[in-house]
């Protein structure tokens, strides 16, 4: 989608150079007003205008769906993302008025099997875009204090970028938490009922034990293998169609991404449903693997694995294929941003240290004034009163390469 120009997008989708022009200069006071406005060229302002101004209830009576936002959860997956920000796009999807197939036909990157499941399920794919924003939002808590800190790129056609194209251990764990999260939406969204397609677990009924005694089953269960098939027909679908090394390393953290799911199913109570766990377990879970992650070879054809790696990788653990950059520098070509102006620890002594994070380069000291909450007071009954207070802290950032 990216690479199509304003233009071409607004007469295959809007029909109508002026009325998509209209929503293009639209777009901007209302985005402003609702408080999502990404850093996108003037050319896309008309493709992301009809998301966000249904997001902020600013729509005007102009008759036209908002596929926009619902089209990068497809575009997700096959790491063609339009340039939006992670925490724009991903609260507004829905279809549109325009139909499921009119959308699924015109997403770029999709292949047959995910397009066919595109028109069949649409519902699932609304629920797949709107959970892009927790793994994200976990991956980005799970990285906070190392140089790469799963930063997204807007204002690149991916939503990575470059670092995509690498075999390297970070994308071993975007991969395996992307699909952990399609997992976990979709099995939270059947459960509640969302999803035709889908409703909860019948298996789970009747009496039960475990090492606390017998129980009884809730007969109410997030069906978390539904989920995990849904997943891997959607999502793998691409790296199937593939014969080579790369293709099987994406597959292998898929699977072990849908595999950290199951693996913290919680019970409920003695009168037991099973639940899906919050999703920073799986994050935990995962962020573990990825510091144990696996170096895989790739053999003399391209195709695959060499015969004896260093340690054959297990189903639950993450593999990769080639060293990760630094990410000191701003690297377009290894999608490397840099860590210049980013925040770090000075008496700390590990990965945030202000040596570690700056590389070297040393960093500013800055004074912030910082609000919080003070002087706290019970009151009966039942209440806790505070004063907001401010005080003066020093931020210290990494400099820029020189």
């Known amino acids: ?123 699932a794919m609304k ?13 980005q808590h799970q990285f906070r204090s190392q140089r790469w800190n799963c930063q997204t790129t807007p204002r690149d056609h991916s939503l990575f970028g470059r670092l995509l194209l690498r075999g390297s251990r970070e994308v071993a764990f975007i991969y395996s938490i992307s699909s952990a999260g399609v997992v976990h939406s979709v099995a939270r969204a059947c459960s509640q009922g969302a999803l035709d397609s889908c409703s909860c677990d019948p298996r789970k009924h009747g009496t039960s034990r475990d090492e606390r005694g017998a129980f009884a089953w809730g007969g109410c269960s997030d069906p978390v293998d539904h989920a995990i098939r849904f997943s891997r027909a959607f999502v793998d679908a691409r790296e199937r169609r593939e014969r080579d090394a790369r293709a099987q390393m994406n597959l292998h953290n898929n699977r072990a991404g849908r595999k950290a799911v ?82 770090c620890n000075r008496t700390s002594r590990g990965v945030d240290s202000c040596d570690v994070m700056c590389c070297g380069r040393g960093y500013d000291t800055s004074r912030l004034q910082v609000r919080s909450k003070c002087e706290c007071k019970f009151h009966w009954c039942c209440s806790v009163l505070c004063q907001d207070c401010e005080r003066e802290e020093d931020a210290h950032t990494c400099k820029g390469h020189t």
């Open 1 to 123: 989608m990216g690479s199509l120009g304003s233009r071409l997008v607004c007469g295959l989708w809007f029909n109508s150079l002026s009325l998509c022009r209209y929503w293009a200069l639209w777009a901007r006071g209302c985005c402003v007003v609702s408080g999502l406005t990404p850093s996108l060229s003037a050319g896309s302002w008309a493709l992301w205008a009809l998301s966000c101004c249904v997001v902020s209830g600013l729509t005007p009576s102009l008759s036209a769906g908002s596929w926009a936002l619902w089209a990068l959860s497809c575009c997700v997956v096959s790491g063609l993302t339009p340039s939006l920000s992670a925490g724009s796009w991903a609260r507004g999807w829905f279809m549109g008025s325009l139909g499921s197939r009119l959308v699924c036909d015109h997403v770029p990157g999709l292949v047959s099997r995910q397009r066919q499941m595109c028109r069949q399920f649409p519902a």
């Open 127 to 139: 629920v797949i875009g709107a959970g892009v924003s927790d793994w994200l939002q976990e991956c």
């Open 262 to 343: 199951k693996r913290f199913l919680t019970l409920h109570l003695r009168t037991c449903w099973l639940a899906l766990s919050d999703f920073r377990r799986t994050g935990d879970h995962l962020v573990r693997r990825y510091s144990r992650a696996v170096q895989l070879s790739i053999n003399q054809y391209g195709t695959g694995f060499s015969e004896q790696p260093r340690r054959r990788p297990g189903k639950h653990e993450l593999v990769y294929l080639e060293e990760s950059p630094d990410y000191c520098v701003r690297d377009t070509q290894t999608g490397s941003l840099g860590t210049a102006g980013r925040l």
